[in-house]
């Protein structure tokens, strides 16, 4: 596959991103009944086209279709003077697996950190994505960490 193009989301993207973004929810589970409320996806489409947030989104497109994207934010980090970066979804339309896309998108969020003099980013995945992990193994470090999440009534 060649002629894959990184860029920011833009207006026109929003059909074939709540495309992808609902696969990628799929992927984990929120699917029918456990779907995203529409509201959440609409706010979070805004947000991600609001220059003031601090919320981000990039696009791949190959022949001028979208073929994956990328959220990720810029936050405080304690042990440091400047933000951090969390690379929150990464997702690839199952047609454009395996051709650099995903690594594509990593890249480009490296860069986009850099104009922002950001010097470090992170991301979760489960243990079991091997699919994911072949990639990550080959660009970042395992940190070997766990992640604890509790609900706050
Ligand atoms: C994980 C994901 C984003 C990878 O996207 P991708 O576009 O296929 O990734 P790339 O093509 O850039 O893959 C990069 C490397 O991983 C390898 N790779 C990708 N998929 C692989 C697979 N299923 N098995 C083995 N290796 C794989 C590629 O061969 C490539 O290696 P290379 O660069 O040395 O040639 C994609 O599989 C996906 O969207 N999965 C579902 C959602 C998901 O898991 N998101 C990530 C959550 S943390």
């Known amino acids: ?6 860029r920011p989301l833009r207006v026109a993207d929003k059909a074939s991103w709540r495309n992808l ?3 990628y929810n799929a992927f984990y589970g929120r699917e029918g009944a456990t779907a995203l409320p529409d509201e959440i ?3 979070t489409w805004d947000r991600l086209l609001n220059a003031d947030e601090p919320v981000h989104g990039l696009a791949a497109e190959v022949d001028g279709a979208l073929v994956g994207l990328a959220h990720f934010l ?3 980090n304690l042990i440091r003077l400047a933000d951090t970066c969390y690379l929150q979804d990464l997702f690839t339309d199952e047609s454009a697996r395996g051709f650099g896309v995903g690594r594509g998108l990593i890249e480009a ?3 986009a950190c850099r104009e922002h003099g950001v010097g470090d980013m992170y991301w979760h995945t489960h ?9 990550y193994d ?3 470090l ?3 960490f766990l992640v604890y999440r509790r609900a706050v009534d």
């Open 1 to 6: 596959m060649t002629g894959i193009v990184v």
């Open 21 to 23: 973004w609902a696969r």
């Open 41 to 43: 996806v609409e706010t």
């Open 74 to 76: 810029f936050h405080r």
């Open 109 to 111: 969020v490296a860069r």
């Open 127 to 135: 243990q079991g994505n091997t699919a994911a992990r072949a990639l």
């Open 138 to 140: 080959r660009i970042a």
């Open 142 to 144: 395992n940190t070997e």
